[in-house]
Structures are given as C-alpha cells and as structure tokens.
C-alpha cells in the first residue's frame, strides 16, 4: 500500500485519509491541531478501534461526529503515548500496557498534560482515561483485528498484520523531534532499521501523516547526522545552529531545543 493510496475527507478542522486495504481500512484523522496529533481507527466489519485520541474538545467532537457518520461500532481504544481526552468516547474498553498507563497518569505523558493545559487552557481535555484492559506484550485481538504489541520504554508499540503496518509515537522524516542523547538515538536507530527489516507497508506515528520505508531510512539518515553534529559541537547553541543550517525546511524547532538540552549535557 503506498502511502498517497488514499481517499482524503476534508472535514471543518482536520483531514481524514482513509486507506482501503479490502477487509480492513484505516482511517487517518489528521487534527490539525496545536500540538500536530494524528489518531487513528482500524475498521473491520463495521467494528473499529481507535488508536490514540484526540485532546482538543474541537477535534473531540468532529472525530465522534465522523464515527458516528460512517456508522462505525467502536470497541476499544489502544493508548500508549496520548492519555488525554477522556470525554472522547467515554465507556469504550481502553486498551494499555501497565508501563503506559503510569506514563500516562504519573510519567512524562502526565507532565506534558500538565504543560498543555497550562499553554492552551480550556479547549484543552486535560482529563485522563482509566485504564479498563491491561495488556502484555504479544498478540491482542480487539474486535476481530489482530494487534501485536512491542513495550518501549515509555509505552507500547503496535504492529497491525492486516495492513502490514506499525504504529510509533514519533517519526516525521522532515520534522525535528525529540531525540534524548546518544542512547535514545541508537535505540532509535535500532527500531528503525527493524521497521526496515520488517518491509512495513505504512509507518503510523501520532504528531504525522503516514509514512514508508523511505521516510523511515531518511529519519534514520537524521538521527545519525543529530550524532555527528554533537560530538563536535561544544553547547547547545552550536548544536542547533548546525542542525538547523543542514535541514533548513524542517519544522518542529521546540522538539530540537529539547534535543540539543539533552545531547550536550552528555558532554
């Protein structure tokens, strides 16, 4: 499935992209919101599962009015990286790790709820969800769709067989994004050059559209350069003004002040 096979549903706020893969399809919802999320739903039979919500009341309410529109049954929610937005289907099972479930209520996902609240106020869920189903690493079957789940270091990964694809938090091959040191570098370098390995079709990440391996080798191409930049630069500023000379046009400059504070307090 390439990633431009897609039917594009233009909405009030946000897009959706939806990709027909015969028993199953994908819907994409890009939110177009503050923060640049991305949700997703598996649809098979009528039944769906939402990967990820939507944080932001506006997107809230266009994502259940789409659901709704399309008559689809929504029968569990995957969440790994993004816990906020609990009003979003309220009384749907919610799917999660025990690792993201404390990300989400006492880690760093709470700490960025808090951030978020505190930058956007009021058109900002700050709720979070229970968690309804923990799950383990391994095979998941939600609504008759098979789900394979990886653990990460802060919450879970999922691989959907059907559509030979793979859900990260983070991709974005011509984006900055948030890189924490050397060792968070290599370990994504590694799943990566898995993704590679694995010949997905589509790469899923929650701040971007869909991608493919070739996004995946060039953000690969990028986090090896990030490396090569801070072994030479001798502070953040340096870092930065470097990285931003070598990828001009990419966006996400707050996620690169975050890499360069975590890069140069290694040296």
Known sequence: MNKN??????????EMYVYDFG???????????????????????GKAVIIEAPCFFDNIAELTAY????????????????????????GVPVYATANADEYGHTGGGAALIRQFTGAFGGIFDSSIYSVTNVIEA??????????????????????IPEINAVYTHMMGH????????????????AQLSGYMSAGYDLV?????????????????????KLKEI?????????????VKAKYPEYSGENYLDMTAGFFLEEH
């Not at 816990?83 to 979003?88: D, H, I, K, L």
């Not at 899923?204 to 090896?224: F, G, M, N, Q, V």
């Open 5 to 14: 096979s897609c039917k594009k549903v233009t909405l009030g706020k946000g």
């Open 23 to 45: 028993s199953v399809k994908l819907h994409a919802y890009k939110t177009n919101d503050l923060i640049n999320d991305e949700v997703f739903i598996v649809e098979k039979s």
């Open 67 to 90: 659901i709704a529109d399309e008559k689809l049954e929504a029968v569990g929610m995957l969440l790994a990286y993004h816990m906020a937005g609990a009003s979003f289907l309220p």
């Open 138 to 159: 391994g095979k998941q079957n939600i609504g008759g769709i098979e789900f394979i789940i990886t653990k990460t270091g802060e919450a879970f990964d999922i691989e």
């Open 174 to 189: 011509d984006c900055h994004s948030i890189v924490a040191g050397e060792g968070h570098a290599d370990g994504i370098l």
């Open 204 to 224: 899923l990440t929650s701040h971007y559209t869909p991608e493919d391996l070739k996004d995946a080798k060039a953000k690969a191409d990028y986090i090896r």
């Open 230 to 242: 801070a072994e030479v630069s001798a502070n953040a500023g340096e870092f930065k003004a470097a």
